[in-house]
């Protein structure tokens, strides 16, 4: 840390380097182990508790399982198949509820943000759509589609459609006024502005809501599983609930985080690929 | 001072480890506080004044049998010495299969036993892991997949009453979609789907998986699909399903539908459901448990005995008290309560169970580790 001394005589400030000024090599180093034993440490702490709770008979293993036996339930259940079927089920779902729901939000954020009259035609519905319960509608796209997996990929579009629009057409909005008038200084026509402006500009914030979308994608599709079908990860949860087979629904309950973790970070790395210009996460945050 | 710093966020993981591995051995992750339950002594059993016919043997599986029934008022009340109270729990008290017990609330029937019932709408599931906590006290459902491996977990819960069976006029069960222009058989249903409320652990599955063996199907040879009770009757009538276990009282609305036609019900006389107790019940509250046996079986004999549904007025009250719409019981047939529990009925729940996968283990476990039919012994006096 810098240390300064104030000389009363004179009203000299003398500030002296720190140690991360006089070695940021090491500094960093500090600074990245201590995030990793932090990053890596906490959730240990937490699992290494909840053993300790189950194993120690501090709370009845059979109604909490230990890691280490939802680990062992997980890992038959991946040897006899029986967990893939749900995985690739829900997998599938989201991936194909997720695709439809970004392509149909980022056409109409693109549009809305861009053309008033659009905006003006369509927020107002969209809007009053915004605030039904998704699941809500789940009885209407079971009615519109049949049994099959039309519903469920529905709800996950729909769903994750309304986040995608609302970020698309409030970054396209709220690019700024700045990067609009250097662009009409380069000269550029309508589509040149929408191209090298106001999409590079709004392509971070539109990646923000896909990650936030993702994770909402598999929160719909195992409450949709659950009240329809036969087969994911919610169905696996929330039968295992009722037959009372609790380690098997822990299984379902980590895989889901897993997934929803994995899907929620390849988005984000996607989104740092193609918004290079972006700052990460971790540079948003030392700022 | 830095140094101390770094290493104390680095012991983090290093305590964690350290715990983890102090908790894989310390101790056995298969058993639980509960796993060893045993239920208290039942007291001994005293003949009842109005009972003498208030038991059948349950090794009597004839459909025509006639249910157990006492006086009318009998057994007559025997107040706890203090007053206790019982947590009840039920996924749907909006239902007539759980009248007597809502009944017996309305009418003091409870109050005359110095007990005091609380009747709390929870899910199933929740309840069965409520009940098996000791958070509540009895759960009035059924003996479905959930409590069979809850047992099996080792967890103090036993199915004491029955609830009762469907009337002969009943048509309750497997309803099915015409195939090739003529009424569908149980036989036609391979390789079709069978959309159900209740998912694979439900106890009806016993009938189901019954009456596809009896017809040279196994249970594999149907898609169960789990549907939400009112997209249920719609899914069979735009033939998004082939067929459908429907319940009370929606196959009313089927009966005049061409081109549907009932197949097959619940077995005549013998009940599916009913009263599970907990451990507070099995063990410390049991007098409790007797006294809310005693209530509800008093309850069936007094206002339940047969067809209750012939007099207009007591469908009225029994409106206000169940909060169904009176046209809505008038409906279907009146259910033929009964507190019994069949002989072997738990074995061949269990069986199902196994076959459609929803049981953790695969041989029945003995019927007298999760029936206790001494409550209802005691109430009735049933000494033979």
């Given amino acids: ?287 | 001072m830095r140094a101390r710093r770094r290493g104390r966020v680095l012991l983090l993981p290093l305590l964690s480890v350290s715990m983890l591995l102090a908790a894989c051995g310390g101790g056995d992750s298969d058993s639980g506080p509960d796993s060893s339950f045993t239920p208290a002594s039942a007291g001994p059993v005293q003949a009842v004044a109005g009972c003498e016919n208030g038991w059948t043997d349950p090794a009597d599986l004839s459909p025509d049998r006639k249910p157990a029934r006492c006086e009318p008022n009998t057994p007559a009340p025997v107040p706890l010495p203090e007053r206790t109270k019982l947590v009840v729990t039920a996924a749907t008290p909006k239902a007539e299969f759980i009248a007597p017990i809502r009944w017996a609330i309305a009418h003091g029937e409870f109050e005359k036993e110095n007990l005091e019932v609380e009747l709390r709408q929870v899910p199933a599931a929740d309840g069965l892991n409520l009940l098996a906590q000791g958070d509540t006290d009895i759960l009035v459902g059924s003996p479905d997949a959930g409590f069979f491996n809850a047992v099996n977990s080792g967890f103090g819960v036993r199915w004491v009453m029955g609830n009762f069976s469907a009337p002969p006029e009943s048509k309750t069960g497997v309803w099915a979609r015409d195939i090739d222009g003529r009424p569908a058989t149980i036989a036609d249903l391979k390789g079709k789907t069978m959309a159900s409320v209740l998912g694979k652990g439900s106890p009806i599955m016993y009938p189901i998986v019954q009456a596809l063996e009896d017809n040279g199907l196994t249970f594999g040879d149907v898609t169960l699909q789990s549907l939400p009770a009112a997209d249920v009757v719609t899914a069979l009538i735009n033939g998004a399903v082939d067929a459908a276990w429907i319940l009370d009282p929606l196959w009313t609305e089927l009966e005049d539908k061409p081109g549907l036609s009932f197949l097959s019900g619940q077995p005549p006389g013998e009940p599916l459901g009913g009263v599970l107790f907990g451990p507070n019940v099995l063990g410390e509250k049991r007098a409790a448990g007797e006294a809310f046996t005693r209530a509800v079986v008093r309850t069936i004999n007094t206002a339940f005995p047969g067809d209750y549904k012939a007099d207009p007025a007591f469908v009225e009250d029994l409106s206000k008290v169940i909060e169904l719409p009176a046209d809505q019981i008038n409906r279907v047939p009146s259910l033929i309560f009964d507190w019994e529990i069949r002989g072997g009925t738990a074995d061949r729940l269990q069986e199902a169970l196994i076959t459609t996968g929803a049981l953790s283990y695969s041989e029945p476990l003995p019927e007298n580790e999760v029936v206790d039919r001494s409550f209802y012994e005691v109430a009735v006096g049933h000494t033979s």
């Fill in chain 1, 1 to 287: 840390m810098a240390r300064t001394r104030l000389f009363a005589a004179e009203q000299v400030l003398v500030r002296e380097p720190g140690r991360a000024e006089r070695n940021p090599v090491g500094a960093a180093r500090r600074r990245a182990v201590m995030e990793i034993s932090l990053a890596a440490g906490v959730p240990l702490v937490l699992l290494g508790l909840w053993q300790a709770a189950s194993g120690l008979g501090w709370i009845d293993s059979r109604l909490y399982p230990s890691p280490t036996d939802i680990v062992a339930t997980g890992a038959d259940m991946l040897a006899d198949g029986t967990l893939w079927g749900d995985i690739w089920h829900t997998t599938a779902r989201v991936l194909a509820g997720f695709a439809i729901g970004t392509a149909a939000g980022i056409l109409f954020g693109l549009a809305m943000g861009s053309v008033r009259l659009i905006q003006v035609a369509l927020e107002p519905t969209l809007d009053a759509l915004y605030v039904v319960p998704k699941l809500a509608l789940l009885p209407i796209f079971l009615t519109m589609f049949g049994l099959g997996e039309g519903p469920k990929i529905a709800l996950v579009a729909v769903t994750v459609f309304f986040f995608v629009w609302i970020s698309t057409m409030s970054a396209i909005i709220g690019v700024e006024e700045g990067y609009r008038e250097a662009g009409r200084c380069f000269g550029a026509n309508r589509w040149q502005m929408f191209r090298h402006v106001l999409v590079p500009a709004a392509l971070p914030q539109m990646f923000v809501a896909m990650r936030v979308a993702a994770g909402v994608a598999f929160l719909v599709i195992i409450a949709a599983e659950f009240i329809v079908g036969e087969n994911g990860l919610g169905y696996l949860i929330f039968q295992s609930r009722a037959l009372f087979i609790n380690d098997q629904m822990f299984v379902g309950i980590v895989v889901v985080a897993i997934e929803g973790v994995v899907f929620a970070e390849l988005v984000r790395l996607i989104g740092r690929r193609v918004t290079r210009w972006a700052p990460s996460d971790h540079d948003r945050a030392r700022a």
